[in-house]
């Protein structure tokens, strides 16, 4: 079975691409995930070695900035239990956890960022997550939708 391919929405100001190169072992939770749906595909569908393109949002120039990959599939998101800490949930128990999150580990960065702008003007990604339903942070991508970013973004060469 192949692995799937997933866009995760992140606030470059609240953790970037960057953020997460320069993490422990370039690897981070991705955490404070509170929207049912999204969490529902954290939780059943994403898997351990699935692709992962990060996106920028609320900036500037909100855009596809580079890869990642699944190293931890789905496991309670921390977050839930601390009374501090701004994703608390009072409602969530360690015993009936309602928050899921992931581990990603930075992959690379893409030399051109490919753009929402981009994105909504090219009739190939018309039928893409993104395009049709922008808010929700965790989306689906297609094979064909993967190659199509590929063939836009010119992604650096981490190996070299």
């Keep these: 079975m192949s692995k799937a ?24 939770g991705w955490d404070g995930v509170r929207n049912y749906q999204a969490r529902n595909r954290l939780r059943d569908e994403i898997q351990e070695g699935d692709r992962v393109l990060i996106y920028h949002s609320s900036c500037a120039k909100p855009a596809i900035v580079g890869e990642a990959i699944v190293t931890r599939a789905a496991y309670p998101d921390p977050t839930q239990f601390l009374p501090e800490h701004p994703a608390y949930d009072a409602r969530s128990s360690r015993e009936a956890p309602r928050w899921y999150q992931i581990d990603v ?3 690379r960065h893409y030399s051109n960022p490919v753009t929402l702008s981009q994105l909504k003007q090219d009739a190939e ?11 929700l942070s965790v989306q689906k991508v297609s094979e064909r939708q993967y190659t199509l970013v590929l063939s836009l973004c010119q992604p650096m060469d981490v190996s070299a």
Aim: proline share 5%; hydrophobic share 45%; charged share 25%.
């Design 5 to 28: 391919t997933w866009l995760l929405k992140t606030e470059p100001d609240v953790f970037s691409i960057h953020d997460l190169e320069g993490a422990a072992n370039q690897t981070a």
């Design 105 to 107: 580990r930075f992959v």
């Design 125 to 135: 990604f018309a039928d893409m997550e993104l395009v049709v339903r922008p808010r």
